[in-house]
C-alpha cells in the first residue's frame, strides 16, 4: 500500500469540502434553517484553497520522473 503524500491529503481535502458545501446547501434549498450555515460556508471555501495548495506543492515538477 502506498503511503499519504501531500497531493492524496489535498484530493481528500478538496473532495470532501466539496461534498460538505454541497450538502450544506441542498439542506438550505429544502428550507431547512442550519445555524451555523455561512460560517461552515466559508471555512469550506477555506479548506478548498488549502487544499488545492496542497495539491499543487504536493506534486512533483516533472511528472515522468518517478
Sequence with gaps: MQDWDLTSIGLVLIG???T?????IGVMLLGVPVPFAPF???TSAV???LS???IMIGMP???SLP
Design 16 to 18: 470532501s469540502s466539496i
Design 20 to 24: 460538505v458545501a454541497g450538502t450544506i
Design 40 to 42: 461552515l460556508l466559508f
Design 47 to 49: 479548506l478548498v484553497v
Design 52 to 54: 488545492a495548495a496542497l
Design 61 to 63: 515538477k516533472n511528472p
